[in-house]
């Protein structure tokens, strides 16, 4: 019979809330009883069904032409063949065809870590992201702030505002982009924020922004406008 | 222990032929599971790239770590899931880390998850096609008392512990594991009827 403490300790276990020492401890009890490891695996199964509780998204095809190229390199890698010893009486031409493989070895691992590290490189949108801290001016309260993450090699970014109180009737706030080689700011979208004044949108601007020095948040008309009107509220460089 | 489902036989044979290397099994396991893993990372961490490289190091370790699955302890679907779990708390912990040190953010996770939920970015739910098994599971929860629903989501998506949802809800610490352990009896209970 399972006691309702041991039960609120399985519960606590598959949902990873035990401390590790508690943990170790529960693992041990585990081990030696039939009947928690049995109620340990539904729990386990009603909490992992939670996450269906999620609103529904599908990942973009490319993620997994991603996962696929990893996994594929990750292959090769195990299936790279082990060299023979040689016997004896073999040892100086085994030792010199040996330094011969190992140098192509080397060659060619070396061509993979580079390749792998394209790819890393490629695939890996923290090393191609920038990050843009936007500090308010006023009109816009001094607690308002804004971040963003923008991906030049995608021409795509993320925002997320806080503390800034979405706008009077008839108007909405902007996102900028400040690129050297515009002369005026590219409007990057408008953007909502919630009562809370908060926001987290993903845009991508209207024109190519190349060599973006700065982004800005300005309120405009309702609806937003192509070229920037109204005062600047946030702003702020790499 | 209740019986399998055809549906986790079939997640189990996947991942045996995963284990011994096939990769277009792996692709299949990819096309059952993907959907309901990326949700979940991108529930948790609100962000779309996060849950794309969430899921990208799920699924290699679940390429690498197939062999090492017991299906004494979970369905597949079950270990996938809390492996997208553990992945997505190391990273919202990696990234309360980097705003400490880069912004000295005052956002806490249950703000986050509000402002994710508040996001103003267009959902791809409008485009997906209704999963029966999300909305079967959607109303098991929507039966359990909303205490005990809230309970439970709070320590699995908002990666608290108990002893936060305790504070954060101002009740005593056995309550809140009393509502987390009779919530999942429930779920379980209606999962096996």
Known sequence: MISEEQQDQAALYVLGLLEPHEAAAFESELNANAELRDIAREFREAAAAMALTAPPQMPPASLKQRIMREIAIKTEDRTVVPLHRPSLGWVPWAIAAGLAVFCGLLAVDRVRLERQLADIRAVDPLMQTTFYTLAPSAPAPADAKATVAWQPGRQSGVIRISNLPAPQSGKDYQLWAVDAEHKDPISAGVVRVDKNGVAQIRFTPVEKAEHVKAFAISLEREGGVPKKEGPILLVGSA | ?193
């Open chain 2, 1 to 193: 222990m209740a019986e399998d489902t055809t549906q986790q036989i079939a997640d189990r044979e996947m991942l045996l032929q995963v284990s011994h290397g096939d990769q277009s099994a792996f692709s299949e396991l990819y096309d059952r599971l993907s959907g309901p893993l990326y949700s979940l990372a991108w529930k948790m961490l609100g962000d779309a790239l996060d849950a794309q490289d969430a899921l990208q190091e799920v699924f290699v370790q679940i390429w690498s770590r197939a062999k090492t699955y017991d299906p004494e302890k979970s369905s597949v679907f079950s270990w996938a899931v809390l492996l997208t779990r553990s992945r997505a708390i190391d990273r919202l912990r990696a990234r309360d880390r980097r705003l400490r040190v880069v912004a000295g953010s005052t956002a806490d996770e249950t703000k986050f998850a509000e402002v994710t939920n508040a996001s103003t970015v267009e959902s791809a739910a409008d485009t997906v096609h209704k999963n029966d098994e999300a909305a079967h599971v959607r109303s098991l929860l929507n039966n359990l008392p909303s205490e005990q629903r809230q309970a439970i989501d709070l320590a699995f998506f908002g990666h608290l512990t108990h002893h936060e949802i305790a504070s954060r809800l101002g009740q005593p610490l056995g309550t809140i594991k009393a509502r987390i352990r009779r919530g999942l009896l429930k779920l379980r209970e209606q999962i096996r009827t």
